[in-house]
Structure formats: structure tokens, C-alpha cells
């Protein structure tokens, strides 16, 4: 038996979404997702991750535009998408930056944001496909207009929004997870 409640119910389902409504987060949203982030755990308590929400669309397209450049795709995902922006033209990107971690505490913080969007009514999509413009000559511009100190660097990303699709659920392999008694 399945035990559901608030927070199983957003883990079970949370999908990638990658068509989004042009509607904002909400200051609220925001700032309960901010807390999601903050809330994450990492090893030590060390706390190695900084995290830039980016709101404004312009700048989204312009970090778009430098990766198309860079890499000659938007995103390479699924061939459904490849017109959408890296971003999938949500609303929103958290950004995740560390220095000198391991990318376990950056994913543990990007999970935290994806099941909390889920549980306060928005959806999300994870983007690692990003990555090669921080390892570019691009990456020194990002870094500076996102104020992330150079010193830093990029692990991951999550677009969040409200979703305005709802592909089939992807499938899980049923012979991965088993118990040891
Ligand atoms: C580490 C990581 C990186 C990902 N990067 C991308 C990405 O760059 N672009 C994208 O469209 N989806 C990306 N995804 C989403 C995965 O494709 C998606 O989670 C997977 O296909 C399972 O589908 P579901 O999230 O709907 O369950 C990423 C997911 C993870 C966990």
C-alpha cells in the first residue's frame, strides 16, 4: 500500500514540463521556492551552493541566444522541443553554483525545488543542457551578470512555472530498486 499525502502526492507527480503559461511566479512562490533551496541538506552543513532566480525574460533569451551560438542547438532534448529556448520558456531558471563541491549537494537542492514547485501548484524541468556555456568564454560574462563569483561553478539548473502541458508519464524501470531482507 501506498502511503499518500501532500508530499508523496508532489513526488509522485512531478513530470518534466517544458511548455509553460506566460504567468509569473507569484512574490509568494518565489519565496517559498528560495526557501526550498535554502532548506536543502548538504554534506557538513557545508552549504556550498549558491542559487540565482532568474525572473526576467530578457535575460533568459539573451543566455539563450549566447548558448544557440555556442552550441548551434537550443536544446537537444526531445525533437518536440527542439524550438523551445534552453529554458523551455518558463517563467523562471534557478540557477545552481557551487565551489568546491560535490554536484550530490546541488542535486539534492535542485530535487528540493522540483517537489516543491510541485507542491505549491507549479511544475518544472530540470536543465543540465546549459552546462557547456559556463565552460565557454560565455561563462566569465554569465558568471558576472548573475553577480557568481568566478570562483564558482555551474551544476545545475531548473526552469519552474506554470505548466501547460501534460505529456504521458515517462516509465520507470520496474527491477532497479528491491529490498534486502
Ligand atoms: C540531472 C538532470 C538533467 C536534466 N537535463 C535536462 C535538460 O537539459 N533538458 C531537458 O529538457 N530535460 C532535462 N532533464 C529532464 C529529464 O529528461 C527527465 O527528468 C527524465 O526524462 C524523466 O522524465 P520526468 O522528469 O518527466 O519523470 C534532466 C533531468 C535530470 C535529473
Not at 526550498?36 to 532566480?53: D, H, M, W
Not at 544557440?68 to 517563467?91: C, F, H, I, M, W
Not at 530540470?126 to 561563462?139: K, R
Amino acid at each position: 500500500m501506498i502511503i499518500k499525502n501532500d508530499v508523496t502526492d508532489a513526488i509522485f507527480q512531478r513530470q518534466s514540463i517544458r511548455e509553460y503559461t506566460e504567468k509569473k511566479l507569484t512574490p509568494e512562490e518565489l519565496e517559498t521556492l528560495m526557501l526550498a533551496a535554502k532548506k536543502a541538506p548538504s554534506a557538513r552543513n557545508l552549504q556550498p551552493c549558491t542559487v540565482r532566480f532568474i525572473t526576467n525574460k530578457a535575460i533568459l533569451d539573451e543566455m539563450n541566444a549566447d548558448f544557440k551560438e555556442l552550441v548551434g542547438y537550443d536544446t537537444p532534448a526531445y525533437s518536440r522541443y527542439q524550438t523551445n529556448p534552453v529554458y523551455q520558456n518558463a517563467p523562471a531558471m534557478a540557477m545552481i553554483f557551487s565551489e568546491n563541491a560535490s554536484k550530490i549537494d546541488a542535486g539534492i537542492m535542485v530535487e528540493n525545488l522540483a517537489i516543491c514547485a510541485k507542491g505549491i501548484g507549479l511544475d518544472s524541468v530540470i536543465i543540465l543542457s546549459i552546462a557547456p556555456l559556463f565552460e565557454s568564454p560565455y561563462g566569465e560574462k554569465w558568471k558576472e551578470r548573475l553577480d557568481v563569483s568566478e570562483n564558482y561553478v555551474f551544476d545545475i539548473a531548473i526552469s519552474i512555472g506554470n505548466g501547460d502541458e501534460k505529456p504521458p508519464e515517462k516509465p520507470r524501470f520496474d527491477d532497479r530498486i528491491k529490498i534486502i531482507e
